[in-house]
């Protein structure tokens, strides 16, 4: 079936151009294209902005079908808005309107779709396959000198430094027999390490350079016997046991560890279990770091406070930067800070620019989602802030969305179980009322790693579990662009064991704005929570504000703790 429900004209760039001259060369009826790299992480410098390049967005996760005439472009509701208003191609949200295995079906059968081999990762590729079966579609994985001739792949060094152990808490070598034990148990001669954020974690090193994502970029060959190496070559492998993860691995080197002769076996990272249960040095560490960011982010709310009647959303980076700056440890953000006022809170992931920015007192309501790399741990959290006068609809799912996340914090469950039903407590109030958000209520955190980790993950589909030692986020809300607001209410999540089950302890300790609450809508073990949590505010972040700002936030407290 022919597509015809795109109806805008796409810009034809130079390099669409190209593109399309390449695929009438090669008989091919479309081409792939998404944020993605060598390492499957999509913040691999040489390659992070192709999807940009291809279509003009600039979210961080998407997937483009360039036709031969018509484009298309899918990505979920993180960024439908923001993408409706980047690109000329049609934007499809995922899972709402379609997904892309359904659209191929639907669209693409007898066709040849072409691909970037390094990017895709071979479970990608086997599902394609598995759910196209009889569509007879043809996937052709690109040759490097098409590739060349579409994008440019600048030369890339990197400087690293030793990650220190009173901030790991474990050496390198007692991290390798760890990984070395689990090969012998596994049966595997060698284990890849294809995750750049794997590879930082097991040999306690950094990137230098003070980006979002300080990981060092190197694979590794790991032997269950003797040392490891960086992986440059697969030679020596023929007729080894080769542990790799499939989703980690791009299609290009599964295809050259078979070239190889090399017996290849599907086999989970076990670093990624690893990395995410945090030792007692790790978790001492980052309850440090979030005291700071709690002190910091008091800080911030005194001063939009004070100075809500003129200042932007990039007036609020910046002020955040400069708070962060005064700690010795700070290295830099773990994300660009969204500062998003008005309808710009309901694209999930805005980023202000020059032709975005607004004060914040056009709009009644100010969300706040940033968060530092400190050389003492990684944090996340996000505050919605009233700075004007909220409507009754606004109090209404600001109190929907409290409620939710109250009811993830007090979850208990058993060792190892799905975090599904945490979930559902996030999801719980706003779905009684017919709306809901539709990203996950939580993310690992790395330990001075990307700000995003898994696992875990508290999704409706987790498969994974939860474990002791894990740090998560702790995040529900609300959209709405025909309402002009978002909501979002955000902490940090350290999961402790309490006999056969998990509970959950906060990190960081900032007030929410109780302008915004609905404390009729509040039960007593609700308010209860509030109570415990703002006296916590109280005693551990207020000796660390100035006179001034403890004056300007005490209402933030009392509100709770009196109420």
């Known amino acids: 079936m022919e597509y015809a429900g795109y109806s805008k ?11 399309r001259q390449d695929m009438a060369r090669q008989n091919l009826d479309a081409v792939l294209v998404l944020k993605s790299d060598p390492f499957l992480s999509g913040y691999y410098p040489p390659y992070k902005n192709r999807l940009k390049e291809v279509t003009g967005f600039s979210g961080s996760d ?5 036709l031969k005439e018509k484009g298309v472009l899918f990505v979920d509701s993180r960024y439908t808005e923001q993408a409706k208003g980047e690109t000329d191609f049609e934007v499809l949200e995922v899972p709402r309107d379609t997904r892309l295995s359904l659209w191929l079906k639907e669209y693409m059968r007898g066709k040849k779709i072409a691909f970037d081999g390094d990017v895709h990762s071979f479970m990608w590729y086997e599902m394609m396959m598995m759910q196209l079966k009889e569509c007879d579609i043809s996937f052709i994985a690109l040759d490097s000198k098409t590739l ?12 690293t430094f030793d990650y ?20 012998c148990e596994k049966e595997l001669d060698v284990g890849l390490v294809l995750s750049a954020e794997n590879t930082s974690w097991l040999l306690n090193l950094r990137d230098k350079k003070k980006s979002e994502y300080p990981v060092v970029y190197k694979r590794l060959i790991i032997k269950k016997e003797g040392d490891f190496e960086v992986l440059t070559s697969l030679n020596g492998l023929k007729n080894l046991s080769v542990g790799v993860d499939f989703n980690k ?6 295809q050259s560890l078979k070239q190889a002769g090399a017996k290849i076996i599907n086999t989970p990272e076990m670093i990624d279990d690893l990395k995410a249960q945090k030792n007692g040095v790790e978790i001492q560490n980052i309850k440090q770091a979030c005291l700071f960011e709690s002190q910091v982010i008091c800080k911030f709310l005194a001063y939009v406070e004070k100075n809500k009647n003129h200042i932007t959303e990039m007036d609020c980076d910046k002020k955040l930067q400069s ?22 809170a309901a694209l999930a992931h805005y980023m202000a620019t020059d032709k975005t920015n607004i004060k914040v007192i056009e709009n009644p309501l100010l969300l706040v989602d940033t968060g530092g790399h400190y050389l003492n741990g990684t944090t996340d959290m996000t505050r919605t802030i009233v700075v004007g006068e909220p409507s009754s609809l606004m109090k209404k799912r600001y109190t929907q969305v409290l409620k939710g996340h109250i009811g993830v914090s007090k979850s208990s469950i058993k060792v190892g179980a799905s975090s599904a039903s945490m979930d559902e407590k996030a999801h719980a109030y706003l779905r009684a009322d017919g709306v809901d958000f539709y990203h996950s209520t939580g993310h690992g955190i790395g330990m001075m790693l990307g700000v995003h980790e898994w696992p875990p993950v508290v999704h409706g589909r987790d498969e994974k579990g939860i474990l002791e030692n894990m740090i998560f986020s702790n995040e529900p809300a609300y959209y709405s662009v025909e309402e002009k607001f978002g909501i979002r209410l955000e902490n940090m999540l350290l999961s402790v064991k309490k006999k056969e089950n998990l509970i959950f302890e906060d990190l960081l300790f900032i007030p929410f704005d109780y302008r915004a609450v609905d404390f009729d809508m509040l039960t007593m073990d609700e308010k209860q929570w509030l109570k415990e949590y703002h006296l916590k505010v109280f005693e551990m972040v207020f000796p660390l504000l100035t006179k001034r700002e403890q004056k300007i936030l005490q209402p933030f407290v009392e509100a709770f703790v009196k109420g």
């Open 164 to 183: 220190p152990l009173c901030y790991t808490g474990q050496a390198t070598n007692d991290k390798m027999k760890q990984v070395q034990r689990y090969l």
């Open 249 to 254: 691995a791009s299609y290009n080197l599964i």
């Open 148 to 159: 060349k001739n579409w994008f440019s792949v600048p030369a890339f060094k990197q400087k």
């Open 323 to 344: 708070l962060r700056k005064k700690s010795p440890l700070y290295f830099c953000d773990s994300f660009q800070t969204i500062a998003a006022s008005g309808v710009h």
């Open 9 to 19: 004209g796409i810009k034809m760039t130079d390099l669409l151009q190209k593109m």
């Open 62 to 66: 998407g997937v483009a079908l360039v």
